[in-house]
């Protein structure tokens, strides 16, 4: 079966410094995939090259069998990637139900409709509807972005993303900036609306190694700009050397932080 | 919703009271008008590109002046003296010039795209300035008297023309201009460039054709400026580089916040407030500059959301402090 997206043999230079050497993953459709490791172990630069954002030094990425090397944010969105950010990224000044709409426009074609009543299109604002409800923000449609709770605000992320019906979502740290017991709550809503949405194919960027574990079919790490493992959550955390590369260090400069 | 039919009842009162000036109201003050107009169409283009797109321009006035210059060549130099023929020319020339100059410009943003707009208008200015074979140079090209909708007016002189039929034209033509923007901001495309304004990353992310969205409004914005320039053209009855001048750019700027960018009439605000405390100082000091400058410095500071933005938040305390009587 061909991968839906697939990196193969990428590298990548930043000047002097290589920050990914040799990487093949691959997603298949109906996966969900996490991406873990150490700071500086490569990931953003691999999820940068995921999404086509960066041009690789060598090796390809393509997605449903076609390069993507570098295609830019618009032309994938249109192919049927989206992407989240580690820092939620919203637009302060639009109501819930615009930042939607305004995803929904793109992907039905309709930003050239310079006399075209929005508020009149039934076809937009059912869809806006339809989102909303599935990320729990029927009763903010009229808020604005800036005033929603932190928590709302990831989830107006993620759910214009949603809205523009993906078949593969990449998920960088979505949980990042909210409180421990509110992260399984996101991440059961996400993975819900995943299903809801009919995205194929999920890519999770993680530190918490509960949620890692909870959610994941696979699980890639990387360590200093190399494949570290590419293994099933069981054999996995079963792998003390994998773990305490990821999970140690990990922990090791989270207290550091702490204590800086 | 009790915003909309009050905000409609509004506008009408505005758009009747602007009709009564000819009737109620000696010449001269129709005659002040119409610079009103033709700022007030030319800053509701131009608000769709600062306030709406998020690109703040400094070279605007190129586009006035390009309308005022097309009025030129088509009334002066080639003859026809109908002013819907000269809108039409005026509306063509902006996107002919707005094209490759906006599609330059709208890779930047921020100060870079500000200064290059600035670059583009400077270079207008001394093409106007020195090719004094083509242009005129510094005296301009005149623009004589036109037909409008198809009728000669001989019976009116002057300034009877501007103060009567033309006066009652350009209100159209700003009713038109502004009904016609209103449905564009509130068009997919309006949501758009307000999204890419607020935050251009994500709207990439989410399909948003970033430049492309940009450089219409940029094109849009340019045919409302010209549109504003023939007009202007019209009442001078010339054509002259002081209209692309840089400072005129800034007057344009001046306006739009003063009356406010983050609303849709905080411009034709600016542009009536303007032009009537411009007046009003010129008649009362010398140094009536100092004064609007001034005037423009405790605006930013204290109402960065301009005069309209003043209005509507004193509305709402208002609305807010009486028991809510409206039921949910």
Excluded at chain 1, 127 to 147: K, P, T
Excluded at chain 1, 232 to 252: C, E
Excluded at chain 2, 111 to 138: E, N, P, Q, V, W
Excluded at chain 2, 287 to 308: D, E
């Amino acid at each position: 079966m061909t991968p839906l997206l697939e990196a193969k043999g990428v590298s990548k230079f930043f000047g002097e410094f290589c920050a990914l050497r040799e990487v093949s993953v691959a997603v298949a459709a109906n996966e969900f995939v996490s991406i873990v490791g150490p700071n500086g172990a490569g990931k953003t630069t691999l999820v940068n090259l995921l999404t086509g954002l960066l041009l690789p030094s060598s090796g390809q990425v393509f997605f449903k069998g076609q390069t993507i090397s570098g295609v830019g944010p618009i032309a994938l969105a249109k192919r049927g990637m989206a992407r989240t950010f580690q820092l939620v990224q919203i637009f302060p000044q639009l109501t819930v139900a615009e930042t939607i709409a305004a995803a929904v426009i793109s992907e039905e074609g309709k930003q050239w409709r310079l006399l075209h009543a929005l508020a009149l299109d039934a076809a937009v604002t059912r869809r806006v509807e339809e989102v909303a409800a599935i990320f729990g923000l029927s009763d903010r449609l009229q808020h604005a972005a800036r005033a929603l709770s932190q928590g709302e605000k990831k989830l107006l992320d993620v759910a214009s993303a949603f809205a523009l019906r993906p078949e593969v979502i990449l998920l960088d740290e979505p949980t990042s900036g909210v409180s421990t017991s509110e992260k399984h709550a996101l991440m059961r809503t996400l993975v819900g609306a995943a299903k809801a949405a009919g995205v194929k194919s999920v890519i999770l960027v993680e530190h918490d190694m509960d949620l890692v574990a909870a959610y994941s079919e696979r699980i890639v790490a990387l360590a200093e700009g190399k494949v570290l493992a590419d293994l099933p959550p069981g054999p996995f955390f079963a792998d003390p050397h994998i773990v305490a590369t990821v999970v140690g260090k990990r922990s090791a400069s989270h207290a550091q932080h702490q204590g800086s | 919703m009790s915003e909309a039919p009050l905000r409609l009842l509004l506008v009408a009162l505005g758009i009747a009271a602007l009709a009564l000036v000819p009737t109620l109201a000696p010449p001269f003050y129709a005659n002040l008008l119409i610079p009103f107009f033709a700022y007030s169409v030319a800053l509701i283009g131009f608000n769709l590109l600062f306030g709406y797109t998020g690109l703040l321009s400094f070279g605007h006035a190129m586009y006035l002046g390009l309308g005022a210059y097309a009025a030129a060549v088509v009334a002066g130099v080639l003859g026809i003296r109908v002013f819907e023929v000269v809108l039409l020319a005026a509306a063509l020339a902006a996107v002919v010039v707005a094209l490759p100059i906006g599609f330059l410009c709208v890779r930047y943003t921020g100060i870079f795209f500000g200064m290059l707009t600035l670059a583009f208008g400077m270079l207008a200015h001394s093409f106007l300035f020195k090719f004094y074979h083509l242009t005129g140079g510094d005296s301009g090209m005149r623009i004589p008297r036109m037909r409008i909708l198809g009728l000669e007016f001989d019976a009116y002189n002057k300034i009877e023309l501007l103060a009567g039929p033309f006066y009652y034209y350009c209100l159209g033509l700003m009713v038109l201009a502004g009904l016609l923007m209103w449905r564009i901001v509130h068009s997919p495309f309006g949501l758009q460039v307000r999204a890419l304004r607020d935050n251009p990353q994500k709207a990439e992310y989410l399909g948003v054709r970033v430049r492309q969205l940009r450089l219409l409004a940029y094109v849009i914005s340019a045919v409302y400026g010209a549109i504003g320039g023939a007009i202007l053209g019209f009442r001078i009855g010339l054509a002259d580089p002081e209209l692309v001048h840089w400072t005129h750019s800034g007057h344009l700027v001046f306006m739009t916040v003063l009356g406010g960018f983050s609303s849709f009439f905080g411009p034709v605000v600016g542009a009536l407030t303007l032009t009537l405390l411009q007046d009003q100082l010129q008649s009362i000091t010398q140094y009536w500059r100092f004064v609007l400058g001034a005037i423009l410095a405790a605006i930013v500071i204290f109402f960065p959301r301009g005069l309209a933005g003043l209005a509507i938040d004193t509305a709402g305390r208002l609305a807010r402090r009486k028991p809510s009587q409206v039921a949910a």
